[in-house]
Every structure is written in structure tokens, then in C-alpha cells.
């Protein structure tokens, strides 16, 4: 299946390779540094590139492109998700998959690529048994290691594979035991010139930080599960419990995993906490245009918006802007992307802010004839904008009493206003 | 060499004794004198005996090897290694070892024991860990210790170095491909072994391997399916799309009847066509006799698969949700595949490789079941943000998705698009307004007009994009463009846009016979201002000149001239060369030129249409989510996925000896037991059976439909035939009989159902088969009271004891049915007369005032006072809806009491609640007055009651009107056995189970008429029933497929148990509800 990985900067540097079966040259990348300059942008290199004898396979994440050498037949998904799976691991162990963080721990990245894929099929890719096969770099441990000697490989053997709940390792000790969920929403919504909604749903997640000794089973069930419209879960919820009974019924990988992700869709009214009054004019044949943006709150639950950020990507013609916040900072990067971001931070009812001020244009240039759409970031604490409602979580299994919490929030997702 | 196992438990080991048994080998010292000394360093500091040292050489070497550079001339140094106490040192000699000894095999050799040793090893991870490094080395000469390593982990006591040997497999076929049938053996032992561990794995090597030999799964296809939802995700890939080419080779295609026969596919279910492999050569006979009659039946197999995969749709990992959405699209029944929907839309907030891939699928997807995306039709909007590949796959689905009633909106999103900064999208989406425009003709007009703005546009692209796609519309219908080509020729003033200009006169030459007076004057503006051209629209102008002078040389002779004369001398020598090129052309030399001839044929060639289609139209020939179905090309090793077999092979070749998976295969068993007890009897009663079953159906021709196999069934079910043989016609007459008097009955309506009382009481089976005949012959029926409303049109009003007289005569040629029996004008007359006053206009109301007798007779949609003139009235006909299993189907007739004709009968924008469907009925083009005639639409109720508001439009009126089904009409009848019934009840009960008691009265304590009661109330099957006061009744809701099962006892003195179980309480509460009603009564 997967016969080699390439990982390549934005600059173009092959700065690991990795084979599985017989070795496959570097030069394999000339057919992607091509189509990488074909398509100009970074997301717009297609994912798979078909060569003479090979297929490469390709994700861009964090400024990384992973590129996987394909020799037959295999469904492209399979290879993403792989990839994917890899650059979070990567997260997982160094806190951040980059180019520094990959090359400082080149000989960590080996190891787990060894073990992550056996002949170019996955093998072991649930980061508890990775764990506990390879431990996570810490300073404390590079420290000793550099004193005593001893190494990042686990001294213990991994047995979680051998069980039948293989994402859960072994002998699980904590001296507090604790079990946080985070009901993470994120509106995806497109709204329209005049403010009507063109589309609009909830992407939900259930993050959970788990820290049980032993193996606890856990049970969290909801208030409201019915408003759950379509579910995906991780591999240890029990399927059939859901489905009779709408309760999540798991026993937990240790650590941080994402237990599942829902969605609401449009059907049902999806609230949208922010309103944005706009006025963006480019003047014909002058070099100058006005711009003027309002942000409201509506919907909002009581709660208060914070963390607003508007992006804007203005037109090419754009040379400079002068604009005045009422409230926040805002930046503008005339040079490369013509992006302008705008730091609102809370939003305070009593005094609304808004941006307000001029676009300076390429004089003779012709005006831009779309106005930028605006991409909108905001959080609510407390709230998970779809009413959802975690009910109880029970522990069956094992005796002591764990420390239980929930966390709301809502954010923005893919949420764009058109101009 | 140490003694101690290659992953040792004990910790430290520094300082542990060297291994002298390697030495430092001089030879190779020699070979690789060259470099001997780049990496001298690390070659001492693996020399020593401290392990720290050696760590840090081989963490060095590892860097190397994963920056790309060489390092192997290290290899001696290295391998000497393997039995290094220390576990990160031998972890990382491992993976220098696997990356060169396929260049070093001599050296390589050495390692070899050590993983011999390992193999041998108590702890199983020791053991595993051995094997997979030792067949990781790609050295041809070890082949005979990996294959017989291969085979000893193969039986190994633990799953997990049996996982090992299934991943060692296909690294020793690619090795050594000679291996293939020993390695098969081993594929099949594993094949065969029951955890989820080694699922995943062995099917992996099987697909690597020996893909071909698809007689190795039958056995373990059932433990598969089973073990599907615990396999890990990797597995359940590799799994499901292997089991879709088994699939498409084993079981017939579940959509193969769609135009002959409609076939609930849930009743499917429960047959079994296993005894026509099975069955002796008679039956065998009889059924080949008629084979295009045959119905489609579903292997329970097939049906396991379907059901075992669905649950992983909400799987976590893309690839596992779109190997079960490809499994769907190619295996499932048409009607269930729409469940894939949602979760591919789910995939599509994910990264954005994930969503090119799906929206590569969803794009093939889309085309051949547009319906299914649909709903998601939003989910598709494009965001100024996406990457452009993405945007241009989402315009792909979008155009696919649109149709007649949501093209407004498509266009509208459209419209957004146009105006976007990227150029790129801009253009796709200008292609895309083309081909919705080509596809939907209703819109072809707007389109074409938004084009045309877009012609003004400063950008080229986009103007020249559209100039395309006007030119593409405009040469698929030549005959309507003249308009479209006058306005072009007027904006030839205001465009500046060079491309677009000569797009236009390009346009103007090719049909200037369709603006000939036009054509000329665009000329004449051209030439004055010929010199202030850009050089592509001179061209253009001497192409058009050059085309009117063929057609209309009278009035263009000298204006051409004059251009090429312009031409000439241009300064562009392209200009003057085509000047030059044109002028001998066209216009006749003395020399008299052979090709001058032929100029028009040269110049005014009709050009082609182009084609504006999608390119991803066909594509689904390539198993969806495959990588050769995203090149569109086909990949190495790519598997074609077969096509469905004309005949089934034989299923009993999954069947396992241990009936370890106990609740299939038991049920298969028992299937083949009950079954050549069906087909015997079926074979005894033939000559009686076939010659008035066939008949009948030969008749009905058009109605086919479970109804009537039920009824076949039914009656091949009673349990002496003999007896039967010579009451058919007996119980035929006496049902007659009935009928006549229930017809009367209804005349009277109120008047209970005490005739029934003195037919004939038939036996279970008589009265059981009675009623089935009672749902096939409905639609019969139906057509026949139209048909003989067409012969005699009076106005409804006219004498009713005549038409009665009619309608007896016609009773004696054609046997009538209990349903509807009173011609459409009796009840309309009578029954809705008296109707009137209850129903006042909340039409709404009236199933529930008529829940005694719904299903049956026909009920008031739309008064004629209401209606001015135009009076509607539904039925459910019980039949199953063409084209959708889901859909009841309701026959809508219409009737004319006014003056003038009511033209252009259809159903307008329905507003219905969530879930509901409708197909509506072909429009009727006009109803003249006094006449009636009769629809057949197809409502989706979701399995609720709620009713389907819709509005009944005429050419001039709009009347609203709804439709509320009782709850009967949502479900349809299956056909099973007692121990069918009794199991399937015992799943469902508790929360699902409705028990109710009541007490019969005198008027419904016999079989007949109590089974005659629920059948009308519910559109319910009667399974036989042993005891004789026990009365069972089984049907499935139509959209969901839920079991509805509905059990009477009968005590003496009239007291009675009513149990429903359901899985849809709220269905079985209401169901209790009527039947209780309707028994009481």
C-alpha cells in the first residue's frame, strides 16, 4: 500500500523520507514540485498526482506537505487519513508538527513511523499503545536520558494491541481521577448582502480528557440526545447502546481523544450570534474606496461574545487602507495577500464597534467588482448554541469517586458574511 | 552472541558483554575502503561496549537515513548489533537493517539467527517483532525460512503473531512470487481464524495475493460481515471493498426488476429463491416457465451485509465511511442508498484532501441518484475561502444537483459566484450556468440573458468564457437564436473587449442566414471602423465578410472587397496572409479555381453542437473511492468490480457446518426446510392454480406487485390442496357473493356488517386468500369503473338506479372486489352526500370520521362547491408505488360537474413537513365537463399520520387540499410463517408491545369477518395461525421497513386481546386505536 513518505517544507526541502518496501529516489517529488507550481497556491495542489510508475498522495498541514509514494490500487482515503493520522501523532508528541519540532526528534519520528505502518499497512495508530510503546519527549526525561543513558523506548512491552479494547492501555494509575468533557459547537454559516442566512448548521465535538485509574466504563447520557443528527464516534463507544438507548457508553482510551462529533443541521434553526452591518464602496475611476463595518450582537443567549476577529480578503488592487477601530487593532499586510485582519476582542452592547475609514486603490486600475466576503471568529463560554446538555456521566467498574466536569463553548466555524 | 531474548525484560544492560561472535569483518572493511573513513566515529562508537555510545551512533544513523543520505557502509558495523540488549539500540538497528539489506544481502544473512532465535521466543511480542523484521528484509535467499516461519505463526496460540504472519505474507509475495500457492494456504487458514485481530490483516494480504480466488471468502463471509464492526478501522477498509466485489459476484442485482417488476424490497427479505437451486426438477419447470415474472428476492446474505455495514457510516474515519458509502452505491437497493448521503456530507467539513476526494465521489454520485444529495443541496454553497480545486468540484455537484424547482436558487448562488476574484472559478462557474442551462429548459432563457450581461465584463476570461457558452447554447437550438444574435450584433457598439467582439462576429458569420438583414450592417460598421481594430477581430471581420459574401453576395459584394482590400495592406502579415487566403477563396478567378467551388461547403460546414456534460458522467464504472476512480483512469492493481451475475451461484456455499453464527445461518435452515413444502404444493395444485391465478394476473398485467404474490402464496399455503382444488371456484362465488352484498352494504352505509355473517365460512386459508385477492383486484377495479365511466358519461347526476343496472352486468364478465365496489357516481352521490355534513371543509377530519372502513373507499378531497365544479376524491389502492417502495400509493379521481372544461389539473408547490414526500401525478391536460377520470400519486408519509397539504392547481384556480393517511395505510403486508411471527414478536416486546382488550360483539365472532375487519382497517398480511381462535397479521411500515404485528385472541363470549408489536409505538398505539374501533363497531 503506502510505499514511501516524503515530508517537504514550503520551501521545497525534502527533510525526511521514510520507506517501507524498496527504497524509492527522492526524485519521485520532481512530478509533485511541479504540480505545486502549476497550481501557485498551497491548497491548490491536487491530492493525488498520477506518475509514470508511481502515485503520489499528498496532505499540506501546518505548513508541511506529507508526500506518500503509491505503487497500486488503494483507496485515496485510506492514504489520507493515514497522513493525516501521522501529523497528529506528530502534534500529539512534540506539541506542534513543524519542520523545527520533526527535525529536533528526527529519531522519535523514525520509531513511530516504524511502528505506525508495517509493509506499507497500518499497524499500531492508537497514540495510547504508540505511548506506551515510544514515550512522548518531555524536558524532565530528555534530561535524565542525556544523564543516565536510558532512551525514549518504552522498557515495558506494549500490551494494549493484544486486547480487545486495543485504543486503552494497561495499568491506567492516577492519584486523582478525573474525567473532563468539552462540548465544543462551531457555526458554519454563510449570510447574505442583506443579512439573511443562506446556510447555516452546528459542527459539534465532544472533546474528553480522561484520567481514570484501571478500566473504568463510562456512560454519559444527554438531555436532549435527539437533537444529535448525525453522529460520528470513536471506536470505543458502543454502537448498540446508542442506537437503543441514545447514551454514550465507552470505555475510554487514557488522555485526550475526541469522543464524538455531531452535527445539527439547518433544518433546525440555527441561531447566529452576531450581526455585521457593512458598507464597502469602491468609487469608479477614483482611487479610493469607503469601508465601514459594524458588529452587533444578536442571539447571543445572554452570554458574552468575545475573542471576535474579522479577516478580510481585499482585492488585489488594494493598495493601503486607512481605517480607525473603535475598539481592538486591526493589521493590513499590503503586500503579499491584501488580507486585513481586525482584532475586535468583546463585544460590549452599549457601544458597538466598528471599523471605519478609507481604501486606497491602484490609481488607473479598474474597481474591484466583487466586495470581500468577511470571515468572522467569535466564542461564547458557556453556552453550546444548539441547546445540547449533557445529563450525568456514570462510572461503572471501579470503586473510587472521579472528579467529573463539563465545558461549553461556541465559536465560529467556516462562518463567512457575503458583501 | 547473548543468550537472552531479543527484547529483554531486564532494564540497564550497559555495559553488557560485546559480541565478539560478529568481529569486525576485514573483507568488507576492504570493500568499502573508500569511505572508511567518513564515518569512522561512529563506527568506534559502536565498537565499544556502552550502550549510550552505541545509541547515540545508531540515533546519528537514523538521522542520516531519514535525511536521504547513505549510509551503508556502515552495514557491518551495524548488524552486529541485532543482539543488543538494549532495546532502543536494537530498535533502531531493526530499522537500519530493514532499509539496507536488500543491498547488502550477504551481510544481511548474518542477523538472520537472531530472528530464528526470536521466533522461538515464550513471550508472543518477541515472537511477532521477529517475524516482522525478518520478513521485512528483502533477501530472495531466506525465502524458505520466511515461508516456513510464515506458516508456523500462522498457527501460532497468539492472535496477535498470527496478525504478523498475515502482514508477513504479501512482503514475501512481492519477494518471491513462486510462493503464491503455499502462501494461499496460509491465506486460508487465516482466513478462517475468528478474531478481529487478524481479520483485517488477512484480507489485506488475500486482496495483495490471490484477489481472484473469491471461492476462499465463501466460507468465511458470514463471520466477516459479523466481525466487521469490531475489526479495527484500517481492516474494515480493506474488508468492505473486498466484500463488494464479492458481492456483485455472488448475489443478483437488487435493482435488476426495477422496470418489470416493482418489489418491495423489505418483503424481499423474508423470501428465499434457494429452492429453485435446490428444489426437484418440477418445480424447477414451472419456475423457468416463467422467468421474466419472476420476482427479485433479496439473499439474506446480501441483506446481512448491508445491514452489518451501515453502522459504520458514523465511524470516526473518513475512508471507513466511504468505503461503506461505495458498498451502498453498488450493492444496495435503490431506495435504501440515500442513507449514504448525510455522512458524506459529514466528511466534507473535514480536511481539505478529504473533501476532494468526496467530492470526487459525490460528483459521480450525483448524477446517476441526483435525489439523494438533494436535501444537502446547501451543504454544497462555496465559501470565498475555499481552495479553488474545491470549489470547482462543489459547482460540479451543484450543477448535478439542480433541477426544475431548485433552480432559482442554484442560479442565485451562481450569481455570487460570478462576481468572485477568482478568475478560475469565475470561468467554471460561467460552464456551469451553461450546462444548467442546457439541462433544464425552463431556465435556458435566463441564463442565456445573464450571459449575455456578462459579455460587458472587464475581464477577458470571463467574457470570452461566456462567449463560449453562448455559442454553445446557441448552436443546440439554431432555430431560436436570431433574438439572442441581434442583441449580440447591437452590443457590438458598446464592447470594447476585443475576444468578445470577435466571439460575436464570429456568431454573426456562422448564422448569418438567421439575421440576414442585420448581418450586412454589422459589416458596413465594421469596415468603417476596421482599422482601429485589434488583430483577432479583424480576423473576425474578414471571416464574417467572407461568410456573407457566399450567402448574400448582392448586398455584401463591395463591402467585402472593400475589407479585404483593408486587409491587404495591414501591417499585421497574419491579416494580410488571411486576406490574401479568403480573396482566393471566395470570390470566383478566371482561372476558375476548384476550391472556390467548394468555399461554402469550406466556410459554412455546419458545425457541430458541442456536447456540454459532465465529466464525471460514466465514471461510476470504476468502483467508487478508488484511486482509479479519481485519475478516471485505470490504476496497477486495480480490481475491476464485476458485474452482477444473470444467476445467482449458489448461496449454500457460504453455509457453515457449525452453526457458529447461530441466528443467520439457523434461520437459512429453516428457510430450506419450510421451503420445498411451499414449492410441492405449488407443484400439486398447478393446473388449477395457474389456470385462474394466471388469468387474473394476465389481466392485471400491469399491477404485478407483492399483492398478488402474496395471494399466490397464501393459497399455495393451504394445507390440503385437494379440498382447495375443488373450492376455488366455490369460494370464488360465495366471495362473490359477498362482494355483491357489501357492495349493497356500502350503498347503505351504516348498516353494519351482519350479511357478511351468512357467506361462506371458509377455511383460514379460503378466507385469507379471499382477502389477498381483495388487494390485488383494487386496482383492477379501479380501472375498470373508469373505463366504463368513459363509455357511459352521463352527468352524475342522471338516474343511479341505471347505472346500477350497468354495473350489475358488467359484474357478471369480470369478478368485482369487495373495495369500491359501488360505482364512482354512487358515492359520490350517496356516500358524499352524506359525507357533506360532516366533513364542512377541514377535509382533514375525514379519515378519522371513516376509519371503519379507510382504505377502501374513496374519500373527499376537494367538494365540487369548493371545487367550483371540480370534485376530487382519494383512495389508497394498497397497491405498492411504482418507482418508490416507500411511497403509499393514493388514486386521486377527478370529476367535472361544471360547464366548461377544467384544464391543466396538476399538483402545485406542496408544503410538506419534514420527511414527506410526494410524486406527483402527470399532469391532466383537461377534463371536459361531465367527465372523470382518475390519477395515481405516490405520497411518502414517513411512517406518520401527518397529513400532505398540497395544492391542486388548474389553469386558473389553486385549491388547497391535504391528505391524511390512517394509520393502516402506512404499512404493507409481508408474508411469514407462524415461527417467524412468534420469534419476530418475541423481539419485540415491552415498550413495543400494545395490548388492549375488548369485546367482540355478536356481529364480528367469526373468522371471516374478523379478519375481513382487520384487513380493511390495516394494510396487513394474515400469517397463518395454528390455533383456531388466534388471529396474526403482519405487515412493515413502508418507510422504514419497521415490523407491525398485530395479534387477536379470540376468547369465548366474545372477549378478545388486541396485542400490536412494533417498534413504532406511536404506529401501534393508533393501530390498536382503529382496529379496536373497527372490531367494536
Avoid at chain 1, 487514557?254 to 468609487?283: E, M, T, W
Avoid at chain 2, 551495524?78 to 538497528?93: F, P, T, Y
Avoid at chain 2, 393451504?718 to 382444488?725: A, G, H, L
Wanted: proline share 6%.
Amino acid at each position: 500500500m503506502i510505499h514511501s513518505l516524503f515530508l517537504i517544507n514550503c520551501s521545497g526541502d525534502i527533510f525526511l523520507e521514510k520507506h517501507w518496501k524498496s527504497v524509492v529516489s527522492q526524485s519521485v517529488c520532481d512530478y509533485f514540485f511541479e504540480a505545486q507550481e502549476k497550481a501557485a497556491d498551497v491548497e491548490n495542489v491536487p491530492p493525488v498526482i498520477s506518475t509514470p510508475h508511481h502515485y503520489l498522495i499528498s496532505i499540506y498541514r501546518d505548513k508541511l506537505f506529507f508526500v506518500s509514494v503509491i505503487q497500486t490500487e488503494v483507496p485515496p482515503l485510506f492514504v489520507i487519513e493515514f497522513l493525516h493520522r501521522v501529523a497528529d501523532t506528530f502534534q500529539d508528541y512534540f506539541g506542534e508538527c513543524s519542520e523545527a519540532a520533526i527535525k529536533d526528534n528526527v529519531v522519535i519520528v523514525y520509531e513511530l513511523l516504524e511502528e505506525m505502518l508495517d509493509n506499507g499497512f497500518p499497524l499500531a495508530t492508537e497514540s495510547n499503545i504508540l505511548k506506551e510503546l515510544i514515550k512522548p519527549p518531555t524536558i524532565l526525561r530528555s534530561v535524565v536520558n542525556s544523564i543516565t543513558g536510558s532512551s525514549n523506548v518504552g522498557d515495558t512491552l506494549p500490551t494494549g494491541q493484544l486486547s480487545n479494547i486495543p485504543w486503552r492501555r494497561a495499568g491506567v494509575k492516577y492519584t486523582n481521577n478525573e474525567a473532563y468533557f468539552d462540548v465544543v459547537e462551531e457555526i458554519d454559516a454563510i449570510i447574505d448582502k442583506s443579512g439573511s442566512t443562506v446556510f447555516a448548521e452546528i459542527q459539534g465535538v465532544i472533546d474528553a480528557c480522561i484520567k481514570l485509574s484501571g478500566m473504568p466504563d463510562l456512560s454519559l447520557s444527554f438531555m436532549n440526545p435527539r437533537l444529535l443528527d448525525d453522529v460520528s464516534f470513536h471506536p470505543c463507544i458502543r454502537f448498540k447502546r446508542w442506537e437503543s438507548e441514545r447514551v454514550l457508553s465507552f470505555i475510554p482510551p487514557d488522555g485526550n481523544f475526541r469522543l464524538i462529533s455531531y452535527r445539527v443541521s439547518s433544518q433546525n434553526l440555527v441561531a447566529i450570534p452576531v450581526y455585521v452591518k457593512h458598507c464597502i464602496s469602491f468609487k469608479e475611476n477614483s482611487a479610493c474606496g469607503r469601508f465601514d463595518i459594524t458588529i452587533g450582537p444578536k442571539q447571543n443567549m445572554g452570554k458574552t461574545i468575545e475573542g471576535i476577529t474579522v479577516t478580510v480578503h481585499m482585492p488585489k488592487v488594494v493598495l493601503n487602507m486607512n481605517l480607525t477601530p473603535t475598539q481592538g487593532s486591526y493589521t493590513f499586510d499590503p503586500v503579499t495577500k491584501k488580507v486585513l485582519t481586525w482584532d475586535v476582542g468583546k463585544i460590549t452592547p452599549q457601544k458597538l464597534p466598528s471599523l471605519k475609514g478609507l481604501v486606497n486603490l491602484q490609481s488607473g486600475a479598474p474597481k474591484p467588482e466583487e466586495n470581500p466576503s468577511l470571515n468572522i471568529q467569535f466564542k461564547i463560554q458557556q453556552l453550546a448554541i444548539s441547546g445540547l446538555k449533557v445529563n450525568r456521566l456514570d462510572m461503572y467498574g471501579e470503586k473510587y469517586k472521579p472528579f467529573k466536569g463539563v465545558k461549553y463553548v461556541t465559536k465560529a466555524g467556516k462562518f463567512q458574511v457575503r458583501t | 552472541m547473548s543468550a537472552a531474548p531479543a527484547y529483554s525484560e531486564d532494564k540497564g544492560g550497559a555495559g553488557g558483554p560485546g559480541e565478539p561472535e560478529y568481529g569486525h569483518d576485514p573483507a568488507s572493511g576492504g570493500i568499502f575502503s573508500s569511505d572508511y573513513k567518513r564515518h569512522d566515529d561512529l563506527k568506534e562508537m559502536l565498537d565499544t561496549n556502552k550502550d549510550s555510545l552505541k545509541l547515540e551512533a545508531m540515533k546519528r544513523i537514523v538521522a542520516m537515513i531519514a535525511r536521504g543520505k547513505n549510509a551503508s557502509d556502515l552495514f557491518p558495523a551495524v548488524v552486529k548489533n541485532v543482539a543488543c540488549k538494549n532495546i532502543e539500540v536494537k530498535k533502531l538497528v531493526y530499522v537500519y537493517l530493514v532499509r539496507y539489506a536488500e543491498e547488502q544481502q550477504d551481510l544481511a544473512l548474518l542477523s538472520i539467527s537472531t530472528f530464528q532465535r526470536g521466533l522461538k521466543d515464550p513471550n508472543q511480542l518477541i515472537r511477532a517483532s521477529a517475524l516482522r523484521v525478518l520478513s521485512s528484509i528483502r533477501v530472495p535467499i531466506i525465502v524458505p525460512i520466511m515461508m516456513l516461519a510464515i506458516k508456523e505463526a500462522a498457527s501460532d496460540m497468539s492472535p496477535y503473531v498470527r496478525k504478523t504472519a498475515a502482514h508477513a505474507i504479501p512482503k514475501l509475495y512481492s519477494l518471491d512470487s513462486d510462493q503464491k500457492d503455499q502462501l494461499i494456504e496460509v491465506i486460508e487458514k487465516l482466513l478462517a481464524d475468528k478474531t478481529t485481530l487478524v481479520a483485517g490483516s488477512v484480507v489485506m494480504a488475500f486482496e495483495e495475493v490471490c484477489p481472484e480466488r473469491i471461492d476462499l471468502i465463501h466460507k468465511n463471509y458470514r463471520k466477516l460481515c459479523n466481525l466487521l464492526i469490531d475489526v479495527e478501522e484500517w481492516g474494515q477498509v480493506v474488508i468492505i471493498s473486498m466484500l463488494t466485489r464479492y458481492a456483485r459476484t455472488q448475489f443478483l442485482s437488487p435493482n435488476q426488476n426495477e422496470s418489470l417488476l416493482e418489489e418491495n424490497p423489505e418483503k424481499a427479505f423474508y423470501g428465499s429463491e434457494e429452492d429453485e437451486v435446490k428444489g426437484p426438477g418440477p418445480e424447477e419447470a414451472a419456475a423457468t416457465a416463467l422467468p421474466a415474472r419472476k420476482p427479485y428476492v433479496m439473499d439474506p446474505d446480501h441483506r446481512l451485509l448491508l445491514r452489518n455495514t451501515k453502522p459504520l457510516l458514523q465511524s470516526r474515519s473518513a475512508a471507513v465511511v466511504m468505503a461503506v458509502a461505495q458498498l451502498y452505491f453498488h450493492l444496495a437497493p435503490k431506495a435504501e442508498v440515500g442513507v449514504i448521503a448525510k455522512a458524506l456530507v459529514r466528511l466534507l467539513r473535514s480536511h481539505s484532501e478529504v473533501q476532494y476526494v468526496v467530492l470526487q465521489n459525490v460528483a459521480t454520485m450525483s448524477i446517476k441518484r441526483r435525489g439523494m444529495f438533494e436535501p444537502y443541496l446547501k451543504s454544497f454553497y462555496i465559501r470565498s475561502t475555499d481552495p479553488t480545486q474545491i470549489k470547482i468540484l462543489k459547482l460540479e455537484v451543484l450543477t448535478n444537483l439542480a433541477n426544475e424547482t431548485n433552480i432559482p436558487t442554484v442560479l442565485r448562488e451562481f450569481q455570487t459566484y460570478i462576481r468572485s476574484m477568482d478568475k478560475d472559478f469565475v470561468a467554471a462557474t460561467i460552464q456551469a450556468i451553461g450546462r444548467c442551462a442546457t439541462n433544464i429548459g425552463r431556465v435556458r432563457d435566463t441564463c442565456l440573458n445573464g450571459l449575455v450581461q456578462l459579455l460587458s465584463n472587464r475581464d477577458e476570461l470571463v467574457v470570452a468564457e461566456s462567449v463560449v457558452v453562448i455559442k454553445k447554447l446557441l448552436q443546440m437550438q439554431p432555430a431560436q437564436h436570431g433574438e439572442i444574435i441581434k442583441h449580440l450584433a447591437k452590443l457590438t457598439d458598446n464592447i470594447q473587449v476585443p475576444m468578445a467582439r470577435a466571439s460575436i462576429l464570429w456568431l454573426i458569420g456562422e448564422y448569418c442566414e438567421h439575421v440576414p438583414r442585420i448581418a450586412p450592417d454589422v459589416l458596413r460598421k465594421m469596415a468603417k471602423s476596421f482599422t482601429a481594430e485589434e488583430d483577432i477581430v479583424k480576423l473576425q471581420v474578414i471571416n464574417l465578410a467572407a461568410k456573407l459574401y457566399l450567402t448574400n453576395s448582392k448586398q455584401t459584394k463591395l463591402l467585402t472587397q472593400y475589407v479585404l482590400s483593408l486587409a491587404k495592406y495591414d501591417q499585421n502579415y497574419d491579416i494580410r496572409d488571411r486576406a490574401r487566403f479568403t480573396r482566393q477563396l471566395i470570390v470566383p478567378s478566371e482561372q476558375g479555381g476548384a476550391l472556390s467551388r467548394h468555399a461554402k461547403k469550406l466556410f459554412l460546414a455546419p458545425k457541430p453542437a458541442p456536447v456540454l456534460e459532465s465529466s464525471f458522467k460514466d465514471r461510476d464504472h470504476f468502483q467508487l473511492g478508488s484511486l482509479s476512480h479519481l485519475l478516471n483512469a485505470k490504476a496497477t492493481g486495480y480490481q475491476e468490480l464485476p458485474d452482477w451475475p444473470e444467476e445467482a451461484p449458489d448461496p449454500s456455499v457460504r453455509n457453515v457446518e457449525v452453526p457458529e453464527w447461530t441466528k443467520c445461518s439457523n434461520r437459512e435452515k429453516r428457510k430450506e426446510k419450510e421451503k420445498p413444502f411451499y414449492s410441492d404444493s405449488e407443484g400439486e395444485s398447478g393446473p388449477t392454480e395457474s389456470a385462474d391465478s394466471n388469468p387474473e394476473s394476465d389481466s392485471e398485467s400491469d399491477s404485478k406487485s407483492s399483492s398478488e404474490s402474496s395471494s399466490g402464496d397464501s393459497s399455495s399455503e393451504s394445507d390440503d390442496e385437494d379440498e382447495e382444488k375443488g373450492r376455488s371456484s366455490e369460494s370464488e362465488q360465495s366471495e362473490e357473493e359477498g362482494k355483491r352484498k357489501k357492495m349493497k352494504k356500502r350503498k347503505t352505509v351504516a348498516e353494519g356488517h351482519r350479511e357478511g355473517s351468512s357467506s361462506d365460512e371458509g377455511s383460514d386459508s379460503s378466507s385469507s386468500s379471499s382477502e389477498s385477492e381483495v388487494t390485488s383486484e383494487s386496482e383492477e377495479e379501479q380501472v375498470e369503473s373508469t373505463s366504463w365511466r368513459r363509455k357511459t358519461p352521463p352527468s352524475s347526476k342522471s338516474a343511479p338506479a341505471a347505472k346500477e343496472i350497468s354495473l350489475l352486468d358488467l359484474e357478471d364478465f369480470t369478478p368485482p372486489s369487495v373495495q369500491a365496489v359501488s360505482p364512482p357516481t354512487i358515492v359520490s352521490t350517496s356516500l358524499a352526500t352524506d359525507l357533506e355534513g360532516l366533513t364542512l371543509t377541514d377535509s382533514s377530519l375525514v379519515p378519522s370520521l371513516l376509519s371503519p372502513v379507510p382504505g377502501v373507499g374513496r374519500q373527499e378531497l376537494l367538494h365540487r362547491v369548493a371545487g367550483e365544479g371540480l370534485a376530487v376524491e382519494y383512495a389508497f389502492s394498497r397497491q405498492p408505488f411504482p418507482g418508490d417502495p416507500h411511497m403509499v400509493s393514493v388514486h386521486i379521481h377527478f370529476s367535472n360537474s361544471s360547464e366548461n372544461p377544467i384544464k391543466g389539473l396538476r399538483v402545485g408547490t406542496p408544503k410538506l413537513p419534514a420527511g414527506i414526500s410526494i410524486q406527483e401525478f402527470p399532469e391532466i391536460e383537461s377534463l371536459a365537463p361531465g367527465e372523470s377520470t382518475t390519477a395515481v400519486m405516490g405520497i411518502n408519509f414517513c411512517d406518520s399520520t401527518q397529513a400532505a397539504n398540497f395544492q391542486l392547481c388548474t389553469q386558473t384556480r389553486q385549491f388547497y387540499v391535504c391528505i391524511q393517511p390512517p394509520v393502516g395505510e402506512l404499512m404493507a403486508p409481508v408474508f411469514m410463517s407462524e415461527n417467524e411471527f412468534k420469534k419476530e414478536q418475541g423481539k419485540l416486546t415491552g415498550m413495543n408491545e400494545i395490548t388492549e382488550k375488548l369485546t367482540l360483539p355478536d356481529t364480528c365472532r367469526n373468522d371471516h369477518i374478523v379478519v375481513q375487519k382487520v384487513t380493511t382497517t390495516a394494510n396487513l398480511g394474515r400469517v397463518p395461525c395454528g390455533t383456531s381462535d388466534e388471529y396474526r397479521f403482519a405487515g412493515r411500515t413502508l418507510t422504514s421497513g419497521s415490523l407491525v404485528l398485530l395479534t387477536l385472541d379470540a376468547r369465548p363470549a366474545g372477549a378478545a386481546q388486541l396485542t400490536v408489536n412494533s417498534e413504532k409505538m406511536v404506529i401501534g398505539t393508533m393501530l390498536v386505536k382503529d382496529v379496536v374501533q373497527a372490531l367494536t363497531q
